[in-house]
């Protein structure tokens, strides 16, 4: 069993700062892409940033220049730094990740639970 734990959500004035976390456990073998997705209400799931196995990152326009993702691949862990947060990014933030699990070996995408940003005054 594959699970991705997120963490570090929360209530933050424009112009602040947060950093989400998640954590991926069990049986793995390798990760390959991981990537942070949102969802605000009423609107679909939209992909924010990405990085792959070997570091490289890409970011939807609306983020570029104020968020910046990272992963410790030893810690099976990918972070994103959220920088100068406007109120239009308030939404629900899920992580994700290619894994190549050691059960079955096969690759599947796996999403954690989300976790909710607000920027607001």
């Known amino acids: 069993q594959v699970q991705l734990v997120e963490s570090g959500g929360g209530l933050v004035q424009p112009g602040g700062s947060l950093r989400l976390s998640c954590a991926a456990s069990?049986?793995?073998?390798?990760?390959?892409?991981m990537a942070w997705y949102r969802q605000a209400p009423g609107s679909a799931r939209e992909l924010v940033t990405s990085?792959?196995?070997?570091?490289?990152?890409n970011y939807a326009d609306s983020v570029k220049g104020r968020f910046t993702i990272s992963r410790d691949n030893a810690k099976n862990t990918v972070y994103l730094q959220m920088n100068s947060l406007k109120p239009d990014d308030t939404a629900v933030y899920y992580c994700?990740?290619?894994?190549?699990?050691?059960?079955?070996?096969?690759?599947?995408?796996?999403w954690g639970q989300g976790t909710q940003v607000t920027v607001s005054s």
């Open positions: 069990g049986s793995i073998f390798s990760i390959n892409a």
């Open positions: 990085i792959t196995s070997s570091g490289m990152t």
């Open positions: 994700n990740a290619a894994i190549l699990d050691r059960t079955f070996y096969r690759t599947r995408d796996y």
